[in-house]
């Protein structure tokens, strides 16, 4: 299998979107119906979703919206600067707002009491916090938001690399979230390969970045 750096993806990303004419909430949209696909919606009606302001968390946002419209239980958290948001973020947590779906703002112990009971409760963690893109040590709220999700979920589902993990390395930056399951998207990352630790089953997901895009950034290495 085709491995590849955290900044071969983003340049096949930005490749896409820039060159080929992709709009990136078209690849957003994309990978939230595929996270929406590995989900046993059978048997799992209550899910904990915590998303950081970066797309990563707009792919968290999006996921949020698709499992409200069939109804299920949604205890939604964000971490972060709101005001620090993408673009496609916003979009997404404006969709979310203007169908009145309530979320979290972890600012604080409240924010984290919050957390641990939904975690607790829920049938599914879906860790969107931190991408690929993380380079430094996870502090903070954001680490004590990482302890909770480990500690008091019953399953765990990443979206693109469980969060505070190094994807070139696969070393945890501080604390990384322990999934199940990783769904990631277009190729497999350096960092996710032999780590079951922390990736658990990892799926890897169309989202419609076309070949000419990987042929071009892999031509430059």
Partial sequence: MLTISCSQMKAMDSYAINNIGIPSIVLMENAALKVLKNIDLKNKDYFTIVCGVGNNGGDGLALARHLALINKKIDLFIIGNLD???????INLNILKNMDTNFTHIKNDGGLEKLKEAAKNGDLTIDSIFGIGLTREVQGLFYKTIEIINYYSKEILSIDIPSGLDGDTGVPLGISVKANKTITF????????????YTGDVVVEDIGIPNKATEAILKMD
């Fill in 186 to 197: 277009h190729l497999m990352k350096k960092g996710l390969t032999d780590n079951i630790y």
């Fill in 84 to 90: 620090k948001g993408t673009k496609d973020f916003n």
